[in-house]
């Protein structure tokens, strides 16, 4: 089996692929990222969560982890060293992959960013915008060339409701959810709606202004947390995919894994 994990900011997404000419994956989990753990905390973690599964640690053979919160490597290394007695393949610029980064400082791409466009046009061809809902909101371009160009991050759209509760103290915390109206008859609506359809326009205006600089009209794919709370009442976004992310980590060890033989 192939242990597939993604560390976000705010949620640490994981996934159990089974290996052979037809990789399906087993099971997955999305918990709470959570900085402080050490790598025993990490160990009795996954032996819960594989227990839970009916899966056994002994039964996975490589481990592929795309991490942007540089505090937890260590843990992370540790824990697969020793509760799966094996080293993990960190995502990184020098790893080798399917696209290639076009940028002058390859090394700032987030690592999850990498993970995404790899998925996008193994899966889905290019030219391509992926746009990931996460901790933060981020927009990635890539060519026909399968070249990664770059593209936009902007507050994700649990940061801006908390930002909003903490910054303007008659405001209430509000459940995100869609409104029946844009033009709410009370506080609650209000915030729902002007979070909810700010959201939705801000990401077809943004996929829109990069349609029209790289001159060209391509598939937009979403993945991540709030997807089918947005992606539905997008008008740009034509396919979301919540595996996304877990599906390019696949893609990267089944590339490098062939490559080294």
């Not at 399968?146 to 910054?167: E, M, R, T, W």
């Not at 939705?200 to 598939?219: F, L, P, Y």
Request: charge should be positive; glycine fraction near 10%.
């Amino acid at each position: 089996m192939l242990l597939a994990i993604d560390v976000g900011n705010t949620n640490m997404v994981i996934g159990v692929y089974s290996q052979g000419d037809k990789p399906r994956l087993l099971q997955h989990w999305r918990m709470e990222t959570k900085k402080e753990r050490t790598s025993d905390e990490f160990g009795i973690f996954f032996k819960e969560l594989f227990q839970f599964a009916g899966l056994n640690l002994d039964g996975v053979e490589a481990i592929i982890i795309s991490n942007v919160v540089p505090q937890l490597e260590f843990n992370l290394v540790r824990m697969c060293e020793r509760y799966f007695k094996l080293k993990p393949l960190f995502v990184g610029p020098r790893l080798k992959m399917p696209i290639k980064i076009g940028l002058k400082h390859p090394g700032e791409v987030g690592a999850d960013r990498i993970v995404n466009g790899v998925a996008g046009v193994m899966k889905y061809g290019s030219p391509l915008i992926v746009v990931d809902f996460g901790t933060a909101t981020t927009f990635d371009f890539i060519n026909k060339a399968k070249v990664y160009k770059g593209g936009c991050i902007c507050p994700g759209i649990a940061i801006s409701n908390d930002a909003l509760f903490q910054h303007a103290s008659k405001l209430p915390r509000v459940e995100i959810r869609k409104p029946k109206h844009i033009i709410g008859s009370n506080t609650v609506e209000s915030i729902q709606a002007g979070i909810f359809y700010g959201y939705v326009g801000m990401v077809d205006e943004i996929v829109r202004r990069i349609q029209r600089e790289a001159k060209v009209k391509c598939k937009v794919v979403a993945t991540g947390g709030f997807i089918g709370l947005i992606s539905k009442a997008s008008q740009t976004i034509s396919s979301f995919d919540p595996y996304l992310t877990l599906e390019g980590l696949r893609h990267l060890y089944e590339f490098n894994r062939k490559r080294k033989k």
